[in-house]
């Protein structure tokens, strides 16, 4: 059993910090009805490195399984009346569009609460939904730049550094799934509605939680080294060094340990943590002095052998490789709407009693027009009618 089985999503979303937050409530089960332009979620075609997997753009493909697609003109009469039928039958309401936007169109959340007061409401945006910087646009790195993330990352004497996937995205996305689950275990005890609002600039501060309340608090900013080390403010060996074939990651560890297991001198004498702190590069460069001679795999076989966390410096493509990974069925395979297959990350908790699950591949684009709206009611004329009038798309090739 699935926990949101009775729970339908009204999915206004596009994008990472949206759409990935409704699949993650598909994977729970819900009933998510995605509501595109005739023409498409922008992320159909948006490409990753100038390249479409069979078509179509792997952000959407990525963001989008356990969907229904339900393709209307929201500008006309027609198809917003459908998309307003969605959303009186919906349990929750999600959305990232820019402030104001929705008011435009006739769902902000007042409007939205007449007509059905008992509906969820998530809005999830880039600044909040008021303040000064309201109205400005934004993208991930801006986040990132804004809040402190790049100017900490990376090495002394570099330019700051961004992460090198969208973290504020993600972990926005994330919350506004968590709160919405908030959002109906209050329903269901109260059996009141809310809005939920979220946006990315909040998520970029509560991502450094440990760095910022450091920052604050010490009054000094996080410095980077000059070597390839793990965080800003912990002390070596936690980092990233050379091997002969390549590069390790060693995480906390004592000195010792490491200077036992590589029989290695020149790790002793620092006093207290401050001081492993200050010579971080010179131990950085002792250590290195070491792993630069010997193979990554041999490397890492001693630290775990010395119970020391480390792992080899793996790229994206080797990922479907790993034992640990296969182990926990974190690479699905699922169809691609156009044909085919297509790998993509699997669903990353196990539950005893109600387990997420991909059940359903991402949509093509008004695959499922047809069905949802003939659940709502309409006729297969009416259907038609509105298909001529281009208020809605339909896929004919999957909905006839």
């Known amino acids: 059993m699935q926990t949101l ?10 994008l990472m910090a949206g759409g990935w937050s409704t699949q993650k409530l598909g994977d729970m ?26 078509g179509t753009g792997i952000g959407y493909l990525t963001m989008n399984r356990n969907k229904r697609s339900v393709a209307l003109d929201l500008k006309t009469e027609e198809g917003h009346r459908a998309a307003t039928k969605i959303v009186e039958e919906a349990d929750v309401l999600v959305h990232n569009y820019r402030p104001g936007v929705m008011s435009r169109l006739g769902l902000s959340y007042d409007d939205v609460t007449e007509l059905n007061p008992e509906i969820i409401y ?23 730049a804004m809040t402190g993330l790049t100017s900490y990352t990376g090495r002394a004497g570099e330019p700051p550094t961004p992460a090198g996937t969208v973290v504020v995205d993600e972990h926005t996305a994330t919350l506004a799934a968590m709160h919405t689950l908030q959002a109906l275990y209050h329903r269901e005890r109260t ?7 979220t946006n990315l600039l909040n998520a970029a501060v509560d991502l450094q939680c440990n760095e910022l309340t450091y920052a604050m608090n010490v009054g000094e900013d996080l410095d980077r080294g000059e070597k390839t080390h793990g965080h800003p403010y912990l002390y070596p060996p936690y980092g990233i060094y050379e091997t002969d074939d390549g590069h390790v990651a060693i995480g906390m560890a004592p000195l010792e340990t490491i200077a036992d297991t590589f029989d290695l001198d020149g790790l002793s004498g620092y006093d207290g943590q401050r001081e492993l702190f200050e010579h971080r590069d010179e131990i950085h460069d002792t250590i290195e002095s070491y792993t630069e001679t010997r193979p990554t795999d041999e490397v890492v076989d ?32 699922l169809d691609h709407p156009e044909g085919g297959t297509f790998e993509t990350t699997g669903v990353p908790v196990e539950m005893s009693g109600s387990e997420p699950a991909a059940a359903r591949s991402p949509p093509g684009l008004g695959e499922d027009t047809r069905d949802v709206l003939g659940e709502l009611g309409y006729s297969d004329d009416e259907i038609d009618r509105l298909a001529a009038d281009e208020a809605i798309g339909v896929d004919d090739a999957s909905g006839e």
């Open 5 to 14: 089985t009775d729970v339908t999503v009204a999915d206004f979303t596009q």
């Open 29 to 54: 089960g819900a009933d998510v009805i995605k509501i595109e332009r005739p023409t498409g979620d922008v992320q159909r075609e948006m490409s990753y490195r100038g390249t479409l997997l069979d």
């Open 302 to 333: 001693e630290l775990v052998d010395a119970d020391v966390q480390a792992s080899a410096v793996r790229y994206p493509t080797e990922l479907a490789s790993n034992p640990q990974v296969q182990h926990n069925d974190m690479i699905l395979e």
């Open 122 to 144: 998530v809005a999830v945006s880039g600044y909040g939904s008021s303040g000064p910087y309201a109205d400005r646009p934004g993208q991930d790195l801006i986040y990132q």
């Open 191 to 197: 059996g009141e509605g809310q809005k939920v609002e």
